[in-house]
């Protein structure tokens, strides 16, 4: 089985949406948000979702993370942002790319929910970083084999970057698989700051990770 990892905090206006996605799949899943300390309405909003569990969690969406997979059932997991949608047939896909013994974990084919025209350019950004690096974000879907996850200790509690390091460090336990299906997240992260600028300060906070800067200082220049 599958099980859906969701980590939120305030996201009353995506999180009806996404696991309204995520039910219209044929194949048995289990959906987990958990909350860290939401005080928006998205508590009431997953309430209405009698199949969906809610944990409660200490704030920092790795701990939020490693909280809803200590919850979880199934052999695999997906963690899943709250404004992201998966195109349908999603579930599928996942089962057939871990057919492969040697893949141990993957993600999706981003797309930027809007019909800007820079977003195609991020998207084709993205998708020539993920063929060259197989390093996907944690806005395209990452699911990873519930055994491999366990033995690499989870997610580390750092305040950024937390998918990166996960992804690199499963990348020494095996093949990481990029599926053709979408992963629809929303472009208010480019809108908010302009994209250009977003844009450069993920390569930027990407170059500085990789040469071992401190993460509490990454995450303190990038939401500042």
């Known amino acids: 089985m599958?099980?859906?990892i969701i980590p939120v905090l305030n996201e009353a206006e995506v999180i009806a949406n996404c696991?309204?996605?995520?039910?219209?799949?044929?194949?048995?899943?289990?959906?987990?948000?958990?909350?860290?300390?939401?005080?928006?309405?998205?508590?009431?909003?997953?309430g209405n979702f009698c199949d969906v569990a809610l944990v409660k969690s200490p704030r920092g969406r790795g701990?939020?993370?490693?909280?809803?997979?200590?919850?979880?059932?199934?052999?695999?997991?997906?963690?899943?942002?709250a404004d992201t949608t998966l195109e349908q047939g999603w579930s599928n896909e996942i089962m057939i790319a871990l057919d492969d013994c040697s893949v141990k974990a993957?993600?999706?084919?981003?797309?930027?929910?809007?019909?800007?025209?820079q977003c195609r350019l991020i998207e084709l950004m993205v998708g020539l970083r993920c063929r060259l690096?197989?390093?996907?974000?944690?806005?395209?879907?990452?699911?990873?084999r519930r055994d491999v996850f366990e033995r690499i200790g989870g997610y580390r509690d750092i305040p950024l970057m937390e998918d990166v390091d996960l992804v690199e460090r499963i990348?020494?336990?095996?093949?990481?698989?990029?599926?053709?299906?979408?992963?629809f997240?929303?472009?208010?992260?480019?809108?908010?700051r302009g994209w250009i600028q977003t844009t450069l300060m993920n390569q930027l906070i990407m170059v500085m990770f990789r040469l071992g800067a401190d993460t509490q200082s990454l995450a303190e220049l990038y939401y500042r």
């Open 2 to 4: 599958i099980s859906v």
């Open 19 to 46: 696991i309204g996605s995520l039910r219209t799949e044929a194949r048995d899943i289990e959906i987990i948000a958990v909350d860290g300390g939401s005080v928006d309405g998205t508590l009431e909003i997953i």
């Open 63 to 81: 701990r939020q993370m490693n909280e809803g997979a200590s919850a979880a059932t199934g052999d695999i997991f997906l963690i899943l942002h």
């Open 106 to 117: 993957g993600a999706f084919t981003l797309a930027i929910a809007s019909p800007e025209r």
């Open 133 to 144: 690096w197989m390093l996907p974000y944690g806005d395209q879907g990452i699911f990873v």
């Open 171 to 183: 990348k020494r336990e095996g093949g990481i698989s990029i599926l053709p299906g979408k992963a």
């Open 185 to 192: 997240t929303s472009y208010r992260r480019w809108e908010k």
